[in-house]
């Protein structure tokens, strides 16, 4: 497979490296972490031709044998080399016992740039912040956007390739299966989503009840958008011969969400200027993956697609998004970065005028002055705008850097 310089990233690694920390790129099994950090090598080595790049990915058998940070130690020391600039980048750190005691040793001692990934929030926030604190930098790595789903399918920019990207998702290995094949494409999405749940839910959590990790999982799919309770899900499961309690579910919830395989997202009391603690929304950082589990049927989805779109396309340029939340009615995106703030409400179509009352409506609802927006297919989306708030169709949305 051709290897593509995703370069937003690979420009981030590179600008932070001698800068003193250990990076860490985060991100869902299979978005693409291994083909960065490859770049990032490449790209070091093409500016330096006398480094020494130690690379470890621990999904290759050859680099089986190191299983611990001891082990981690001996291979290390023994390809350290004098008098030149050493790099150690290590994908999927995690199967390593204790590599955080290697590592804080290797920093200490400035004997090399470290650049690491990872595929379980809930490992790695504790290893790191326990033993590397002020240490290293975290860098979320998300599947492609749409104008790298463009880039590896090449295709056209035009309402067909949207389509394709909200039907398949953007994990970067589909462009070498090709889309027009979609046996094989549904085949590969569901064994990713099997590893992710396999080795990252199942395994390192000790999950026992895997029934209800499934049905959790197409609870999800099939509600995004909606405000979930962990009350009123163990009330819905119990309906389907399923008991649990809502602890159990906060637990299980909280799996998916360590794996990278959903976003957990707070509900903002936009007057009170708080956050709930109750009610999230939960949005899947791959649509592919979600629609692996449900099956994809864009007349029926669009509008839980195209949210999760957005949401993607926000948190991809950096923001904090939150759920908004108004006296008598929501705001389905607050997005937040340093001064900045958007206010953001997906609709499919703008055409009637109940539709145009609730969109329009709750953001007119806002008594400040921060940017409101409102994402639609409609075909007029982005032909003036309404009471001074902006319309924009998805497609010119998803490209342009919000």
């Known amino acids: 497979m051709e290897l593509i310089d995703r370069t937003s990233y690979t420009d981030?690694?590179?600008?932070y490296l001698g800068k003193g920390s250990i990076i860490v790129l985060t991100g869902q099994r299979r978005v693409g972490k291994s083909c960065i950090l490859q770049c990032v090598r490449r790209r070091i080595e093409a500016a330096d031709s006398h480094s020494n790049v130690i690379y470890i990915n621990k999904e290759y058998s050859e680099f089986a044998q190191i299983r611990t940070s001891d082990d981690l130690d001996s291979f290390v020391s023994s390809r350290l080399k004098a008098g030149?600039?050493?790099?150690?980048?290590?994908?999927?750190?995690?199967?390593?016992?204790?590599?955080?005691?290697?590592?804080?040793?290797?920093?200490?001692?400035?004997?090399?740039?470290?650049?690491?990934t990872g595929s379980n929030a809930k490992m790695l926030s504790s290893e790191l912040a326990t033993y590397l604190s002020g240490r290293y930098i975290e860098m979320h790595i998300h599947s492609l956007d749409y104008d790298e789903f463009l880039l590896f399918h090449h295709l056209d920019?035009?309402?067909?390739?949207?389509?394709?990207?909200?039907?398949?998702?953007?994990?970067?290995?589909?462009?070498?299966?090709?889309?027009?094949?979609?046996?094989?494409?549904?085949d590969y999405?569901?064994?990713?989503?099997?590893?992710?749940?396999?080795?990252?839910?199942?395994?390192?959590?000790?999950?026992?009840?895997?029934?209800?990790?499934?049905?959790l999982a197409a609870f999800l799919s099939d509600n995004i958008g909606k405000n979930i309770s962990a009350n009123s899900l163990a009330k819905y499961l119990k309906s389907q011969s399923v008991n649990v309690s809502p602890a159990v579910i906060i637990n299980y919830l909280s799996f998916f969400v360590n794996a990278y395989v959903v976003d957990r997202v707070a509900r903002y009391d936009i007057h009170g200027k708080r956050l709930f603690e109750t009610n999230e929304k939960y949005y899947f950082e791959d649509l592919g993956i979600r629609n692996s589990l449900v099956g994809t049927n864009l007349r029926r989805?669009?509008?839980k697609l195209m949210e999760n779109a957005v949401y993607l396309r926000l948190v991809r340029d950096g923001f904090a998004v939150n759920v908004g939340q108004l006296q008598n009615g929501e705001i389905d995106f607050v997005a937040n970065k340093g001064s900045e703030r958007l206010y953001v409400q997906v609709a499919y179509m703008l055409q009637s005028p109940d539709t145009e009352?609730?969109?329009?409506?709750?953001?007119?609802?806002?008594?400040?002055?921060?940017?409101?927006?409102?994402?639609?297919?409609?075909?007029?989306?982005?032909?003036?705008?309404y009471n001074g708030i902006e319309t924009i169709q998805l497609r010119n949305f998803l490209k342009t850097k919000a």
């Open 157 to 186: 920019d035009n309402d067909d390739a949207v389509r394709l990207y909200l039907s398949f998702g953007g994990l970067p290995q589909l462009a070498m299966i090709g889309l027009d094949n979609r046996q094989m494409t549904d």
């Open 189 to 215: 999405l569901r064994d990713v989503y099997t590893t992710v749940v396999m080795k990252d839910v199942i395994s390192r959590e000790n999950i026992r009840n895997v029934r209800l990790l499934q049905d």
């Open 84 to 116: 030149r600039r050493n790099y150690l980048l290590i994908d999927e750190v995690q199967e390593i016992d204790h590599f955080e005691n290697s590592l804080r040793s290797l920093q200490a001692k400035d004997e090399c740039e470290i650049v690491i």
């Open 301 to 303: 989805d669009i509008e």
């Open 12 to 15: 981030k690694v590179i600008d």
């Open 357 to 385: 009352q609730r969109e329009f409506g709750n953001l007119m609802a806002i008594n400040d002055n921060y940017p409101k927006l409102v994402v639609s297919m409609d075909p007029m989306a982005g032909y003036g705008d």
